[in-house]
């Protein structure tokens, strides 16, 4: 928890684009079960554990399922700033929200 303050340069040493409470979310998160593990055993109960880290090993403060399931399943702190797509109908698909940029 010390380190996730950014207040030395030793302590910046982990990615801080979350916040220590963010990663906390996830930690009280439970797994999604139905997501693609794969022939992974993931030992984790929590949304720290997938099929890409079942041990559910620290990577500075991301929440590693949000990172490694695209589009998440739980609400996140983060917007889309662009789709890349050579099929336009691709990207109307995509845009979910009406205040995506760029839908």
């Known amino acids: 928890e010390d380190a996730a303050i950014p207040d030395t340069a030793e302590d910046r040493r982990y990615g801080m684009h ?3 409470s963010q990663y906390q979310v996830c930690q009280r998160t439970e797994r999604n079960k139905g997501l693609y ?27 590693p399922e949000e990172r490694d399931y695209y589009p998440h399943w739980a609400p996140a702190p983060w917007i889309d700033v662009a789709i890349l797509t050579n099929d336009a109908q691709d990207a109307d698909a995509k ?5 995506d940029p760029g839908c």
Do not use: I
């Open 18 to 20: 979350e916040s220590y």
């Open 37 to 63: 593990t794969a022939d992974q055993r993931v030992r984790r109960k929590d949304a720290r554990g997938t099929r890409q880290n079942p041990n559910g090993d620290r990577r500075g403060l991301e929440c």
């Open 95 to 99: 845009c979910t929200q009406p205040s």
